[in-house]
């Protein structure tokens, strides 16, 4: 899997950029937001997330842990694919998405492209308690912070699991101890993940 990638921004298009990384160009599709924070010619550095189908290895590309975990959580639903979910973040900054879910906003959901309003209920029902409507963290020169899920789901990535395993095991410690700190979240976190396959 690969988790980032890191080096200089080759092309941006609509929907995706090239980062060339030890001669190798990376197709990265991202959404908007992202990609206007890229300067071609410029190095950078994105989270990324692996998508592997029969027929295509596809990587999308993030600026922070936090807009990459809700990637993924938001693939947990049912009908609610890679490009779905990116196109829910696209529309919504991760606070907001966090902030729709856990109010039970569906209305805000149905403005993204794709998502009507059945999806957007079973985005509610499945999701509301697994996400938490506060801020993950404070911006510091411009920075997004890492919340304390994102930083246990990184660790845990790095330990080898899965980063839908990670995701998922963060996300159910999460719902029963919100206010959980990081050892806490990691401990608890791995003891429900088990021994790595």
Same mark, same amino acid.
């Given at each position: 899997m690969i988790a980032s /990638?890191?080096?200089? !921004? /080759? *092309?941006? +298009?609509? *929907?995706?950029? /090239?980062? &060339?990384? +030890?001669? !190798?160009g990376y197709r990265v599709l991202a959404t908007p937001p992202t990609l206007g924070r890229l300067v071609r010619g410029e190095h950078t550095r994105l989270l990324t997330s692996m998508i592997v189908r029969e027929d295509s290895m596809?990587?999308?590309?993030?600026? *922070?842990?936090d807009a990459r975990a809700l990637f993924g959580l938001l693939q947990t639903v049912t009908g609610v694919g890679p490009r779905l979910a990116m196109a829910t973040l696209a529309v919504l900054e991760p606070d907001s998405l966090r902030r729709a879910l856990a109010e039970s906003d569906a209305?805000?959901?149905? +403005?993204v492209p794709g998502i009507g309003k059945r999806v957007a209920e079973r985005l509610v029902v499945e999701l509301r308690d697994k996400v938490d409507a506060g801020p993950v963290g404070s911006t510091v020169s411009g920075a997004p912070a890492v919340g304390v899920g994102g930083q /246990?789901? &990184? =660790?845990?990535i790095g330990l080898g699991f899965t980063e839908n =395993? +990670?995701?998922?095991?963060v996300a159910s410690v999460l719902a029963q101890q919100p206010d959980a700190d990081s050892?806490?979240?990691l401990r608890t976190a791995l003891a429900g993940l088990g021994p790595r396959r």
């Open positions: /990638v890191s080096g200089e !921004v /080759v *092309d941006i +298009a609509l *929907d995706h950029a /090239v980062i &060339e990384c +030890a001669g !190798v596809t990587l999308y590309g993030f600026t *922070d842990p209305k805000a959901l149905t +403005a /246990v789901t &990184e =660790a845990l =395993a +990670a995701q998922q095991a050892p806490t979240l």
